[in-house]
């Protein structure tokens, strides 16, 4: 979504090395499971895409911010991978996943672990869940230590850990929220599942990093807020795109089979959208359907799409773009960062599966 | 074990209650769900004997701080209570343990909250687990920040940071070990255990609330060493003695059925001391048995006491009190310094059931 110049992505990828490489050689130097459990953690945070230190750096630039000159920049920037490469290792035990990408992760190598060892099936969850509970807490933990020992000004690092502490709290209460609304027979009204979508994903994916990036360039408190209000949406927006690859994107662009969000039954803001037309009875069955395979899939496609809830999840992801600019103008932002948020409505709406 | 001022007390307390009492309210400003968690979550901290806390202080007050002129150090003592607290959340997911003091813990109150909801066993499991990981991550993340935000000056930060630092990798490695020594047919050999004791429960609960009073009264290196070196060897010897209550304890000393560990089969450096020995066939015939009832209970315990193994652990505690004395010694450290870790060896000497 968002490219940085070379020799940006360089230091970012560089303090994320240092800090991954010292896990692992701390955590090899207490024994053999400690070191397994090192190179699961660094793993579990070296493969992603790097979108939240990205928008750390490009928002500081955006207000101005002289990367030369930014000395705890880039350790602020690698805080925001490990906190995200924590939150998803968690978030993969929760949903009892011992898969990311198609490689085992850290739950699933420890559950082939404890069969090498001899282990029975509730050994196996065991070690699973033990490895995984200890590796996101590690992740969790290093994001934070950079954050509080970056050479930033005190003041700066006073309010890193304010956004890192709604951080925290605000994904805590998303993901809680989201296993709860797939509990029961009701589905929950597409506000609640939009205000889920916001605090699992889009705090601490969006608001915060961009929030952090114009905070260490000085940004003044009311454009900060404009930023985040903008971030917010963004990210939900993110969401929703996902939510439409999930169900209606193509195997190359989804990564998994397509529909997989269908055959999972998934509840997204883009069924609800649909339970809220007079169609909703035709969806419904069609969506029972799903997950039997892939010509109920494709059916289920075709009524969501009748009811008119994929174009309305589309709307809300075009109304993006007009809102970030909206914003942009209120708080006086400056001109890079008015681009920058208007470049990220955009990258979002290329997602979007035609 | 230690016996703070009331004025300290109060103090540890007030810290501990504004950190708790603020997580509430901030989650209940995020929803319901969001404040059932911030109650489960404050409640798992709330009820602890504040160990950790007292040793921060009393080694503080050892090495010649001064109370009334140490703005962080209330801050920094509570830290190591929501430490705690977060690993015993996290340990509870692992084990699958859904109570804690007979009442329900975090996992237990949410698998009650998910069948309120209308879900099924499944529904329970993943909202207990999701509420468990959620809440010893932001335990984790509350001492941790507790400690980036204290009015300490920066080389104390940064020194409390490198002992955090430690424990908490030291203390995955531990608890990781815990669980793989546990899988399989072989006994692991005592120095495994015992090491496996050191790193999940001595370091965090000994040496690094230790280590942390010292350092705050500004002790020099040497003695810190010496002062961790003496904690490390209590620490363990705290938990050869919490297996000697859980094997031969009277139920008001364990607070539990008596012989829980041998119910449990569970695997202390008292088990693999009697696998050295020569009578190990009988006491392993027994301890097969020893979860089928009170009787078999009482066997095992008679054979572990037969092959010397129980006697032996209490030499080791008992060499302790001589240890901690010789180090203390060897360091130079302070009279007051001398005297708590005496004080603290003996503590763990009266907690051997005789």
Redesign the interface.
């Known amino acids: 979504m968002i490219v940085l110049s070379d020799a940006a992505q360089r230091e970012v990828d560089d303090a994320l090395e240092v800090a991954l490489s010292r896990?692992r050689k701390?955590?090899a130097s207490?024994?053999e499971?400690?070191a397994a459990?090192g190179e699961a953690t660094a793993a579990a945070a070296a493969g992603g895409k790097r979108l939240r230190p990205a928008l750390v750096i490009a928002a500081f630039e955006a207000f101005g911010g002289d990367c030369a000159h930014a000395p705890g920049l880039w350790r602020v920037a690698a805080a925001f991978e490990l906190l995200h490469a924590?939150f998803v290792v968690?978030d993969d035990?929760?949903?009892?996943d011992v898969e990311r990408r198609g490689v085992p992760n850290v739950m699933g190598a420890f559950r082939q672990r404890?069969r090498a060892?001899?282990?029975d099936a509730r050994?196996e969850r065991?070690?699973g869940?033990?490895?995984a509970?200890?590796a996101?807490?590690?992740l969790?933990?290093e994001a934070?230590?950079l954050?509080?020992?970056a050479p930033v000004p005190a003041p700066a690092?006073?309010g890193l850990?304010v956004l890192?502490?709604d951080a925290?709290?605000?994904s805590?209460?998303g993901?809680?929220?989201d296993?709860?609304q797939?509990?029961?027979?009701s589905l929950p009204p597409t506000a609640s599942l939009l205000?889920t979508a916001r605090?699992k994903t889009a705090f601490y994916s969006f608001q915060a990093p961009l929030s952090a990036g114009a905070l260490l360039a000085g940004a003044a408190e009311a454009q900060r807020s404009a930023v985040e209000a903008a971030g917010s949406e963004i990210g939900i927006a993110f969401q929703l795109a996902d939510d439409l690859i999930g169900t209606f994107g193509s195997r190359a662009q989804a990564g998994r089979e397509p529909g997989a969000d269908l055959r999972a039954a998934k509840r997204t803001p883009l069924i609800s959208l649909a339970a809220e037309t007079a169609l909703w009875p035709r969806v419904a069955s069609a969506l029972a359907l799903a997950p039997t395979g892939p010509i109920a899939v494709r059916e289920a496609q075709r009524e969501l799409a009748a009811s008119g809830a994929r174009e309305r999840t589309v709307e809300l992801i075009e109304d993006t773009q007009r809102s970030a600019r909206t914003r942009a103008a209120d708080a006086a932002l400056p001109r890079d960062a008015v681009v920058l948020l208007a470049a990220l409505a955009a990258a979002v709406e290329e997602r979007i599966p035609r």
């Open positions: 896990l701390r955590a207490l024994g499971s400690a459990l924590a968690h035990l929760i949903d009892g404890a060892l001899g282990g050994d065991t070690l869940d033990a490895a509970v200890l996101g807490d590690l969790l933990f934070t230590r954050i509080a020992t690092r006073a850990f890192l502490d925290l709290l605000v805590a209460a993901e809680l929220a296993v709860e797939a509990i029961g027979e205000r605090d």
